[in-house]
């Protein structure tokens, strides 16, 4: 174990262990499983070598010595013991409503400790959140989970792909399906402000929206308008995001930040800059970020400007063959390009051209980069992986108090089965941005605290049961960007809601996961 972390494992004060000791009540004299030795922290303290004991779905102690009798005892001497991971922005949708049991237990997340995940994320959320959360109860889940209704579900419904603003109906139409979500447990409204048709709507429409999630006590969470230089660039759409938040009196997420591209490299300060002085303001503005230097998208979203998605699909193929557009279409995809850094930047990970940057699949259609480009876009739009981010600015976001962890879960891209194995194996281990407890903590409780999970993220008496133990010399990831769906390691024992998901290192195959539906305060709902 590294000098810098073996520090961070030993027991803390007599003073930092009293206020830790929870002394279980009467009548509290056995437990279901006890979890001994391990090297504890709780999401809100210094660690400390100690036990916590479960009983049924909840914590009845955590301490230096439980003292209690317990019908199944694991050893984790050598090994931390924290909170459940939460994932706020997974875009795992598909996983927990699989007719197989098997891929409703999410294993990429449970072998990497995630118990809670949010879905619905990038405006994509479902107007029937009411069956989104009911589902777990007819086909059971291996994690937790809370939906955002998506802004951009939303607008689709009532005007389309137009590139229009709503009329006045239209937009009362839009805010009472924010209402009516809101009331069905959507935890707050989402948008990707970035993608088309989404990216048609002024902000004072996203307000309007936005706003009737926060009469309802919920969260705005946003792929912000310009992660880049793309259209309005990285610090206006981070202007308008803090907007947002004032006009709408709603607490803003900025999900997966990041200073996207060539052109905005170098842009992290400013942009903490600005968002610590929403903080200082008084509004509630954070953020959360996965750990890779490369982002995932679509070869749509990545090339294709704006203009030409406007109408969907259809509209964008007709462009296409339009000889009257041809010019300006390929100098703007061009333009896109360079952005991310240029076509040896971006890896196409789905599709015939899988695993396969845009450079090379030029070079094996003997053809330029724009050409290929479309020729890919004409079959469909394939994932794309896109190296475009500095370290600097990862680092810098990171070291932020207000920035959580985020997988941004997306098939195709190894976020979705090592982010937070490697936020710990390179970030905490090898580059020493974060300490351990800090990784832990932005990675479960202040997640858990921001949104409001009551009873998650920290390991205290009363909480909800969920628990990661895993190894410290041996948790890392396996996926890579060439193998992305190589699960993580060094994981040994995940309970969901106290049930063991994971035992000994493998998976149980119990699906203890539920529906966690925001509930909005008394007299904002029918």
């Not at 603003?165 to 809101?182: N, Y």
């Not at 024992?493 to 000994?504: K, W």
């Amino acid at each position: 174990m590294p000098r810098r972390l073996a520090a961070q494992f030993r027991t803390g004060t007599a003073f930092g262990l009293a206020m830790l000791v929870m002394v279980p009540a009467a009548g509290q004299e056995s437990a279901d499983l006890l979890i001994r030795g391990g090297t504890i922290y709780t999401g809100s303290a210094e660690p400390f070598t100690g036990e916590v004991a479960i009983r049924g779905d909840r914590i009845i102690y955590v301490g230096p010595k439980a003292r209690l009798r317990a019908a199944r005892t694991i050893e984790a001497k050598g090994l931390v013991v924290a909170p459940g991971f939460v994932d706020p922005h997974a875009h795992v949708e598909e996983m927990l409503q699989a007719s197989d049991p098997a891929e409703r237990l999410v294993l990429p997340f449970l072998l990497q400790g995630v118990t809670t995940a949010f879905i619905g994320n990038d405006g994509g959320g479902e107007i029937d959140v009411g069956r989104v959360l009911a589902s777990a109860q007819t086909r059971p889940v291996g994690i937790n989970y809370a939906t955002y209704t998506g802004f951009g579900t939303i607008r689709q419904r009532v005007i389309g792909e137009a590139k229009r603003a709503p009329s006045p109906q239209e937009l009362g139409q839009m805010q009472a399906l924010v209402a009516s979500a809101m009331c069905q447990g959507a935890i707050g409204l989402s948008t990707g402000l970035f993608y088309a048709p989404q990216s048609f709507s002024k902000t004072d429409e996203v307000v309007a929206l936005a706003a009737e999630a926060g009469k309802r006590g919920g969260f705005y969470d946003s792929h912000i308008r310009d992660e880049s230089s793309y259209t309005v660039g990285l610090l206006a759409a981070i202007d308008e995001e803090i907007e947002i938040a004032r006009a709408a009196h709603i607490p803003a997420h900025v999900s997966h930040i990041k200073a996207l591209g060539v052109d905005v490299q170098g842009q992290a300060p400013a942009v903490i800059a600005r968002i610590a002085a929403a903080r200082a303001a008084g509004l509630n503005i954070t953020a959360s970020q996965y750990p890779w230097s490369a982002s995932g998208s679509s070869m749509v979203a990545s090339l294709v400007p704006l203009w030409a998605q406007d109408g969907g699909r259809k509209a964008m193929l007709a462009r296409f063959n339009d000889p009257a557009q041809a010019t300006r279409l390929r100098t703007d995809m061009a333009e896109n390009m360079r952005k991310r850094g240029g076509p040896t930047k971006l890896l196409i990970t789905e599709g015939a051209e899988r695993n396969r940057t845009l450079a090379k699949v030029a070079v094996a259609t003997k053809t330029d980069p724009i050409t290929a480009a479309i020729a890919v876009i004409r079959v469909g739009d394939p994932g794309v992986i896109s190296f475009n981010q500095s370290e600097a600015d990862i680092a810098a976001f990171m070291r932020q108090p207000w920035v959580m962890t985020d997988s941004d879960a997306s098939p195709g891209h190894p976020r979705v089965y090592g982010s937070f194995a490697r936020k710990y194996a390179k970030y905490v281990v090898a580059d020493h941005v974060l300490t351990l407890r800090e990784m832990i903590e932005r990675s479960s409780s202040l997640t858990a605290d921001t949104f409001g999970l009551t009873g998650r993220g920290h390991l205290k008496a009363g909480a909800f049961a969920d628990v990661v133990v895993f190894d410290p010399r041996r948790y890392a990831p396996r996926a890579t960007y060439q193998q992305p769906t190589e699960l993580a390691v060094g994981v040994q024992t995940v309970l969901v809601n106290g049930v063991l998901a994971v035992d000994g290192g493998k998976l149980t195959g119990r699906a203890a996961g539920r529906a966690l539906p925001h509930r909005p305060p008394a007299g904002t709902c029918p």
